[in-house]
T-cell receptor, first 115, second 111 residues
Framework: EAEVAQSPRYKITEKSQAVAFWCDPI?????LYWYRQILGQGPELLVQ????????DSQLPKDRFSAERLKGVDSTLKIQPAELGDSAMYLC?????????????FGPGTRLTVL | DQQVKQNSPSLSVQEGRISILNCDYT??????FLWYKKYPAEGPTFLIS?????DKNEDGRFTVFLNKSAKHLSLHIVPSQPGDSAVYFC??????????FGTGTRLTVIP
């Protein structure tokens, strides 16, 4: 069964360092999402791509976060510099193109701990 | 501002009984609602959905009810099984693929 792949699964870093997360969506899925889930809360959308274009990055802290999906397939989310408040689970999801497909398929996530 | 709310952080149910998880929303523009289940160390997995043109959708042991006038939906699991123990997230969308999630309810099914 096709799955969304994410790496690394866990990342521990010190504040002010740079971190990067990678996501490979399900083959053929045009839409890719990055979510942040703080402990005890639901996932919150950071950025949404349609193919290689950013559709929504209104909740992305652009002073320190960046995301790209250069070839419209896999994607990288970067934080530089990391802050203590960035400790969270970072989830990637993908969905097929089409307005009727609201079901998003999630990867296992990257748990980030900033010390 | 939390547009989707799950006011019960946890719920314990005896195996074989019914589990009822509740969700409220504030945005009347939401037209599609979903429930996701999440096990520890895994990403959420889609469970069941309902369009705003319906008031009930059933899939096996899982049924979702939507009350648009009250801006409320619920997930019923009958009968509950120990393997159903997980965190359940309610989510809502405006049809543009953007999901707004609730804070989750941790369900524990006691054998």
């Amino acid at each position: 069964e096709a799955e969304v792949a994410q790496s690394p699964r866990y990342k521990i870093t010190e504040k002010s360092q740079a971190v990067a997360f990678w996501c490979d969506p399900i083959s053929g899925h045009a839409t890719l999402y990055w979510y942040r889930q703080i402990l005890g809360q639901g996932p919150e959308l950071l950025v949404q791509f349609q193919d290689e274009s950013v559709v929504d990055d209104s909740q992305l802290p652009k002073d320190r976060f960046s995301a790209e999906r250069l070839k419209g397939v896999d994607s990288t989310l970067k934080i530089q510099p990391a802050e203590l408040g960035d400790s969270a689970m970072y989830l990637c999801a993908s969905s097929p193109r089409g307005p009727s497909y609201n079901e998003q398929f999630f990867g296992p996530g990257t748990r980030l701990t900033v010390l | 501002d939390q547009q989707v709310k799950q006011n019960s952080p946890s719920l314990s149910v005896q195996e074989g009984r019914i589990s009822i998880l509740n969700c409220d929303y504030t945005n009347s523009m939401f037209d599609y609602f979903l429930w996701y289940k999440k096990y520890p160390a895994e990403g959420p997995t889609f469970l069941i959905s309902i369009s705003s043109i319906k008031d009930k959708n059933e899939d096996g042991r899982f049924t979702v009810f939507l009350n648009k006038s009250a801006k409320h939906l619920s997930l019923h699991i009958v009968p509950s099984q120990p393997g159903d123990s997980a965190v359940y997230f309610c989510a809502a969308a405006t049809g543009a693929n953007n999901l707004f999630f609730g804070t989750g309810t941790r369900l524990t099914v006691i054998p």
